[in-house]
């Protein structure tokens, strides 16, 4: 196993108050390998686009995803070069990738009309 490299209480609690939240943490999970957009994330979860917008605020200000722009749309990514990135990677291996949840929101993860 990787051995995790030392950080301190206060970077730690920063990555961890980031992904406290069940849909931040999910987010979290589906762009560990995919690139989505916010118009995505808002089919995916059901949510308003104000609402995955602050979501992903979050996340951005702990500098665990990355933002591309094309055009008017904003697309997110995992950081893998935040100093959280070994420490989120072990944390979202131990969610299952049967998780009912997780399932469905992967069944919703197709391109939408906006992108």
């Given at each position: 196993?990787?051995?995790?490299?030392?950080?301190?209480?206060a970077?730690?609690?920063v990555?961890?108050?980031?992904?406290s939240?069940?849909?931040?943490?999910?987010?979290?999970?589906?762009v560990?390998?995919?690139?989505?957009?916010?118009?995505?994330?808002?089919?995916?979860?059901?949510?308003?686009?104000?609402?995955?917008?602050?979501?992903l605020?979050?996340?951005?200000?702990?500098?665990l995803?990355?933002?591309?722009?094309?055009?008017?749309?904003?697309?997110y990514s995992?950081?893998?070069?935040?100093?959280h990135?070994?420490?989120?990677?072990n944390?979202?291996?131990h969610?299952?990738?049967?998780?009912?949840?997780?399932?469905?929101?992967?069944a919703?993860?197709?391109?939408?009309?906006?992108?």
């Amino acid at each position: 196993m990787e051995t995790l490299t030392k950080q301190t209480a206060a970077d730690v609690t920063v990555c961890l108050k980031a992904v406290s939240d069940p849909t931040r943490l999910l987010m979290m999970k589906l762009v560990e390998a995919n690139e989505l957009c916010v118009c995505q994330f808002v089919e995916m979860f059901d949510m308003s686009q104000p609402a995955i917008s602050q979501h992903l605020r979050k996340l951005k200000h702990a500098g665990l995803v990355k933002e591309s722009r094309r055009g008017q749309w904003r697309f997110y990514s995992m950081n893998q070069e935040s100093i959280h990135a070994p420490l989120l990677q072990n944390i979202l291996s131990h969610i299952e990738d049967t998780d009912s949840q997780l399932l469905a929101l992967r069944a919703k993860e197709a391109p939408v009309d906006c992108c």
